[in-house]
Structures are given as structure tokens and as C-alpha cells.
């Protein structure tokens, strides 16, 4: 039966990884995949993770199954950091949730918690999102659309157009949206942009998911939740995404959850039943050792300053760099303005090269950029930046 199965065609980020990895040549330069690098070009274990991993090592050992929903207190810790250490969201009860397995496991997790509830509802996704997305969504057998969301000519959000396609979408669709840091383009709404999208996603009666996957990397935890926030103001119905594969650089452990802002306990311990059972029949429970880390360092308070100021560091050499790399192009004379990647925010830049330009980098410089233009900015040194300007220099000055 499997001489009939054809070769699956490699993911588009993932897939360069594959291919840079077999690249011989000895100046490659990874800028692909989302994963933060510092300026040495690796990616570092943080100090605070590396503290609670002692902590959980010394304690008593238990191997037995999480609940479904994952360990109450990273629950809790996880809705504090999203809402508000105060939010009253969680006294009244209005929440349910669960761990997943990376913020990706969250997002499959709502989209069978969609089609098995809402079987008409259609998600609307950003143009353009994280490629994944659509494929996620498919596999889940929930249809999707797509809502404008990039001027590519100004290098900024289109808020008209998608306000105007928010005020089209039939009720009880689902509009995707990115917490902060934008993947792929790096461009958020205002805190006064927010308040508009929240009063017309009200209005339409659209119920808002909030991908958040990159909390702390914009401008810091409490800025990079004011879309969230902003809903929560208006009392809206919400689902949010957590993922700390960024933010404690937890990758590998796949740590992430998924809450759902509901209108009351009654309410809340519906959907948490059917979130508990969707989870049962796909994974069955999560992984715990990272979450442990999450809420060991959450759950104290010297620890979770350290991470506070590891993640700092990690934001502050990104922004540094965006600025870093303006500065590198300009000096190499590539034609065009780049200022607007300064004003871009997370891991990533939408960096406006050509599907063909982007073939070139890899092909004749073996620089590696996803193919819509997406730079991992947080990929970029001080040793490779001059390498990486030139031959953007060189690769938009070549003929079309």
C-alpha cells in the first residue's frame, strides 16, 4: 500500500532548514526558521530555565499523567501573565483552558474545537499569516478566508481595508489575529488601532482569536498584551494561544495553552468539557517537564525577574539589530528606504525582496530567507550583517 504514497512536498520554513543543514558551503547564513539567535549565532539555554531545571531535578520525581487539561497552577500562571496578575477574569471563573503541546498544538486544539461546535463558523486569516495557519486549520477540516491586513507599498498595517473586510464577515465566523510581532511582517496595531478592530469585531458580532505567540519580544509583557487587553475591556468572548517556545527559547519542549474568555463559570465549564474532550481523543494529556519550568519560574518571584531581564536582552539585541541592519544596507548603498524595518516588531521582518531575489540569496550567496521575504532578524550578527547587506545589495541590483 505504501508504494502508492507520494513524496510530500517539504514545509516551507522547516524545509529550509533541511536544505541549509545539507548546504556545504562554509559562509551559509540561516535566517529562516523562527528561533532566536544571540550575537555569537547560538541559541542560548536562558540562566532562569536552567535554574528551575536544578530546582525540578532536586524535588521528588513523578513520571504519572497530567490531567487533560494540564497542570492547574501553569494554568493559572499562564492566565495571570496573558490578563493581568488581577484580572478579574479569573475570580469569576470566566475561563477555560488547557496546556498544549506548543502554541501550534493549541491553535489544531480550537481548530477541532471549531469545527466539532461550529461547523459552519469560517476562520479569517491575515494576509499574509504564518504559512502554517491554513494548513492547520485544513487538517482540522475548518474552512478559511482571508482579510487584508499589509500595505506593501507603505510598509505598514492596512487598517481601513481590514476594518472594512472585518465589517463584511458573517457572525459567528472566527477572525485570527496576532497578539504582537506579526508573523511574517512585524507590523502591530497601535493600542488606539486595537481599540477600532475590538469595536468592529463587537459589532459584527466575530468572535476574535488571538494567536500569542511572541509575548515580551515586541516592546514587553505588558505592551504586547494590550490587543488582548483591549477585548477583555469590552467583554467580548475570546481565544488566546499562548506559546513559550520564544519567550523562555522552551522550543523543544513544546510549551504552550490555549484559554477561552467566556461570558460566565457557567459557560467556562462547558467549553472547558469539550476542550478536555478534544484533547482526549487527539494527545490524550500533555508533556509536563516543560510546563513545570514555565510555572517554577512564574511561581517566583526572584526567578521570574532574572527571566524578565533575560527576555529583555533577547527584545533589546533584536531591536538593536533592526537598526543595525537599516544601518548595513544603507552603508552598502542598496537602493530603496529601510527605515521602516526599525519600526517593525518581534523575530521578524517582512523585508519587501522578491521570490526571485530571495532564490538568488540562496542560491549564489547561500543566504536562507523564506520565501515571501520573511528575515529572522534575530538570525542576523555582527558577524554576518555586513555579509548579509552586501549581497542584498548585490541581489537587488541585479535585473528583473
Not at 486595537?194 to 515580551?216: H, N, T
Not at 530567507?369 to 541585479?398: C, F, K
Request: hydrophobic residues 40%.
Amino acid at each position: 500500500m505504501f508504494e502508492t504514497i507520494e513524496l510530500a512536498p517539504r514545509d516551507p520554513i522547516l524545509g529550509l532548514t533541511v536544505a541549509f543543514n545539507e548546504d556545504q558551503r562554509p559562509n551559509k547564513v540561516n535566517l529562516s526558521v523562527g528561533v532566536y539567535q544571540d550575537e555569537h549565532g547560538k541559541t542560548p539555554t536562558l540562566g532562569s530555565v536552567r535554574e528551575a531545571e536544578r530546582r525540578l531535578a532536586a524535588g521528588p520525581s513523578n513520571k504519572s499523567y497530567l490531567p487533560i487539561s494540564g497542570s492547574p497552577g501553569y494554568g493559572e500562571a499562564v492566565q495571570k501573565m496573558v490578563f493581568g496578575e488581577k484580572s478579574p477574569l479569573l475570580a469569576a471563573g470566566r475561563l477555560a483552558g488547557a496546556h498544549t503541546p506548543g502554541g501550534t498544538g493549541g491553535l489544531r486544539v480550537v481548530g477541532d474545537l471549531i469545527h466539532q461546535n461550529f461547523p459552519k463558523a469560517t476562520v479569517w486569516l491575515s494576509t499574509p499569516t504564518w504559512p502554517n495557519h491554513a494548513g492547520i486549520f485544513a487538517a482540522a477540516e475548518v474552512p478559511t478566508k482571508t482579510y487584508p491586513y499589509f500595505d506593501q507599498v507603505g510598509n505598514r498595517l492596512d487598517l481601513d481595508a481590514m476594518l472594512a473586510a472585518i465589517r463584511k464577515m458573517p457572525a459567528g465566523d472566527v477572525l485570527l489575529l496576532h497578539g504582537c510581532c506579526h508573523n511574517p511582517t512585524g507590523i502591530d496595531p497601535t493600542a488606539a488601532q486595537w481599540k477600532q478592530i475590538v469595536s468592529a469585531v463587537a459589532e459584527r458580532g466575530v468572535l476574535p482569536f488571538m494567536d500569542f505567540a511572541y509575548q515580551g519580544f515586541g516592546d514587553g509583557l505588558e505592551t504586547d498584551a494590550v490587543g488582548v487587553r483591549e477585548f477583555c475591556q469590552a467583554g467580548t468572548e475570546l481565544i488566546v494561544c499562548s506559546s513559550f517556545s520564544k519567550n523562555f527559547g522552551l522550543y523543544r519542549e513544546r510549551v504552550g495553552a490555549v484559554t477561552v474568555v467566556c461570558d460566565n463559570a457557567s459557560v467556562a465549564k462547558s467549553v472547558q468539557s469539550q476542550i478536555n474532550r478534544v484533547i482526549r481523543s487527539n494527545y490524550s494529556n500533555p508533556p509536563a517537564h516543560g510546563a513545570a519550568i514555565v510555572e517554577t519560574i512564574l511561581g517566583d518571584a526572584a526567578l521570574r525577574a532574572n527571566w524578565e531581564q533575560e527576555l529583555a536582552t533577547m527584545r533589546n539585541r533584536i531591536n538593536g539589530m533592526r537598526q543595525s541592519f537599516v544601518d548595513a544596507l544603507a552603508e552598502k548603498g542598496v537602493p530603496g528606504d529601510y527605515s521602516f524595518i526599525t519600526k517593525q516588531r518581534g523575530m521578524f521582518s517582512f523585508s519587501g525582496l522578491s521570490p526571485e531575489q530571495v532564490e538568488l540569496l540562496r542560491e549564489q550567496y547561500a543566504i536562507y530567507i523564506v520565501g515571501s521575504g520573511r528575515i529572522n532578524v534575530a538570525g542576523l550578527t555582527p558577524a554576518n550583517l555586513s555579509q548579509v547587506a552586501e549581497a542584498i545589495g548585490a541581489v537587488v541590483g541585479q535585473p528583473a
